[in-house]
């Protein structure tokens, strides 16, 4: 989809944070919202609290498992994006409303997203279902299956919170390869809030933000793009082949709204673009087709 980030978005604070958070009586307990990073885990919990997920019902094992717990104290939305150092990362994440803060036993699966790569299959029929995941306005699904189904973008419906409830997220990362940010917004206010932050991203059209790319077919390796709002911040380029190797990464610098990207020499057959930067994502294919 489109995603437009609040511009108050660029100036919240990051807080890092390099240990563990195995299990949800070890959760990293928040006071307030923000921009949060995480290293990457280092190792499952001593516990195994992933039964009966409605969206991964065979689930029996944790990976590089980071849990973080939060109260709130007036109610409203709440919202958040995960965006993984390794752009192509395989973050899954599940929401729990706890009885009471801490109070792990009987938590209550709200939200439940395990999508990600149909193995086996090309990465052009699952690389929406990686990267870049959470809860945002405009989407009305609580869970997502393994694998990459039609109709799944890697994003969830926001939370609608009660003053006094407790909740309590799990991040995956499948991948095991770098930590992740999280932004967390929304009109929700937790204990400590200083932060006006309401939304993170309004949207304004179904679909990813288009990028255009010609000319396509490409005879020369040599194809332009361009895309309909400047950057707020550096954007990532980065193109794979139809099997999934990544043959080219580039960062594009802010106000930027075309680029030339050169693929001298590079064999006929169909490559994948992904794009993305604070403004939203996109994925597109082109054709690379040499002259005789």
Known sequence: MRLLLNALLAVLPLYAFAQDYPDCNQALQICSKGKLHFSLATGPGELNELENLSCYPGANQEFAP????????QGGTLEFVLTPDEGQADLDFYVFRLPAPGQCENKEEIRCMASGENVGAP????????????????????????????????????????????????????????????????????PCDTSDCTTLVSVEEPGHAKINIFPNPSTSG??????????????????????????????????????????????????????QSKTGYSVERFIIQNKP
């Open 123 to 190: 990465i052009s029929e699952w690389i929406q279902c990686t990267g870049p995941t959470g809860l945002l306005p405009g989407n009305t699904d609580t869970a997502e299956q393994p694998g990459c189904q039609g109709g799944d973008n890697n994003f969830l419906a926001p939370l609608e919170t009660q003053a006094g409830e407790a909740y309590v997220l799990l991040v995956e990362n499948f991948s095991g390869a770098g930590g992740f940010t999280m932004d967390l917004c929304g009109s929700a206010l937790l």
């Open 222 to 275: 040599i194809f332009t793009l361009q895309w309909p709002e400047s950057n707020p911040g550096k954007a990532l380029v980065e193109i794979y082949t139809a099997t999934g190797q990544l043959v080219y990464r580039r960062s594009l610098p802010p106000e930027q709204r075309e680029a030339q990207i050169e693929l001298n020499g590079s064999p006929d057959g169909l490559y994948i673009l992904r794009w």
């Open 66 to 73: 980071t849990w973080i717990s939060w109260e709130i104290a």
